[in-house]
């Protein structure tokens, strides 16, 4: 059943991708899609469509983002290449990606559409690296646009094991530009049984695992659930270092009370199917 299930919908995972390419390279032809905020716009209506079709149930605590006059930052934990799915499901947003996303089939050509900011990590084969005033430069623009401009400070996925020390690196822009900044965080949970699966392994992407069968297993889990808690309190620093530290210490505190409820709401269902189970 998993094997069924994980080849249908990887299926119309990419038969929606290029529905989405489709749309959007029209649009551009007759009605002026550009990419920037409207790209963004329409990137979040057909997020909101293959986050449906997949199967996922995606719930929200807290106010979405709303943009001040001056632009805004919103930093989260990172599990998943989900992750950014999910976030674009439930609000436009301008994000935050390694350069290397930009190559990435569908997905490269989707997410430029958005007005994404991509930035080197590091050198690159035959590349340039940035230098932060062009960083600085591609996030003022961003943060111009009129939407939440969306980064993860870990600056590369894990296992939902821990927070990562935040890199300080796209701080620079917030600070030059003093744009506010909040916190939001998010956890995956299994809600049906998965015979071997867990979230650590088969959700999050992490690690040395590679993209193609993590994603054939992940599309196969039943009863996928994520939940973001948004925090609409600014953070404070008076540098990179305290805004850091700062927009850290606000993510534990929301993915603990994340991890937490959700535990105890798998808890609770389990309880009720070997009560139910019983009782048959």
Same mark, same amino acid.
């Given at each position: 059943?998993?094997? %069924?299930?994980?080849?249908?919908?990887?299926?119309?995972?990419?038969?929606?991708?290029?529905?989405?390419?489709?749309? +959007?390279?029209?649009?551009?032809?007759?009605? +002026?899609?550009?990419?920037?905020?409207?790209?963004?716009?329409? #990137?979040?209506? $057909?997020?909101?469509?293959?986050?449906?079709?997949?199967? #996922?149930?995606?719930?929200?605590?807290?106010?979405?983002?709303?943009?001040?006059?001056? +632009?805004?930052?919103? #930093?989260?934990?990172?599990?998943?290449?989900?992750?950014?799915?999910?976030?674009?499901? %439930?609000?436009?947003?301008?994000?935050?990606?390694?350069?290397?996303?930009?190559?990435? =089939?569908?997905?490269? $050509?989707?997410?430029?559409?958005?007005?994404?900011?991509? #930035?080197?990590?590091?050198?690159?084969?035959?590349?340039?690296?940035?230098?932060?005033?062009?960083?600085?430069?591609?996030?003022?623009?961003?943060?111009?646009?009129?939407?939440?401009?969306?980064?993860?400070?870990?600056?590369?996925?894990?296992?939902?094991?821990?927070?990562?020390?935040?890199?300080?690196?796209?701080?620079?822009? %917030?600070?030059?530009? @003093? *744009? =506010?900044?909040?916190?939001?965080?998010?956890?995956?949970?299994? @809600?049906? =049984?998965?015979?071997?699966?867990?979230?650590?392994?088969?959700?999050?992407? $992490?690690?040395?695992?590679?993209?193609? =069968?993590?994603? !054939?297993?992940?599309?196969?889990?039943?009863?996928?659930?994520?939940?973001?808690?948004?925090?609409?309190?600014? %953070?404070?620093?008076?540098?990179? !270092?305290?805004?850091? *530290?700062?927009?850290?210490?606000? *993510?534990?505190?929301?993915?603990? @009370?994340?991890?937490?409820?959700?535990?105890?709401?798998?808890?609770?269902?389990?309880?009720?199917?070997?009560?139910?189970?019983?009782?048959?």
């Amino acid at each position: 059943m998993k094997l %069924v299930r994980s080849t249908l919908r990887c299926t119309l995972f990419v038969a929606l991708l290029l529905a989405t390419c489709v749309d +959007g390279h029209i649009r551009k032809l007759f009605f +002026g899609l550009r990419p920037g905020p409207k790209g963004a716009v329409w #990137v979040h209506r $057909w997020c909101r469509r293959i986050v449906r079709a997949l199967g #996922v149930v995606c719930e929200v605590e807290g106010r979405p983002p709303i943009v001040t006059k001056h +632009g805004l930052a919103v #930093v989260s934990n990172h599990l998943s290449y989900l992750d950014i799915l999910i976030y674009s499901a %439930v609000t436009p947003f301008v994000m935050v990606a390694k350069s290397e996303v930009r190559s990435w =089939p569908l997905l490269g $050509w989707i997410t430029a559409q958005a007005g994404t900011v991509y #930035v080197q990590r590091s050198d690159l084969k035959g590349g340039r690296t940035q230098t932060h005033a062009q960083v600085n430069a591609a996030m003022r623009e961003a943060f111009r646009s009129g939407l939440p401009v969306l980064f993860f400070p870990e600056g590369t996925t894990t296992d939902g094991s821990e927070i990562l020390p935040f890199r300080r690196g796209l701080y620079h822009s %917030v600070l030059a530009d @003093d *744009i =506010p900044m909040t916190t939001a965080a998010l956890a995956y949970a299994l @809600d049906e =049984p998965n015979p071997g699966a867990t979230v650590a392994n088969d959700v999050c992407y $992490w690690g040395d695992m590679v993209f193609a =069968p993590h994603l !054939f297993h992940c599309l196969g889990l039943h009863g996928l659930r994520t939940r973001i808690r948004f925090d609409s309190t600014r %953070v404070e620093g008076d540098d990179r !270092f305290a805004l850091a *530290i700062h927009s850290r210490q606000s *993510i534990v505190a929301l993915y603990t @009370d994340l991890q937490t409820a959700l535990a105890v709401e798998q808890s609770a269902y389990e309880t009720a199917e070997h009560e139910s189970i019983a009782t048959a």
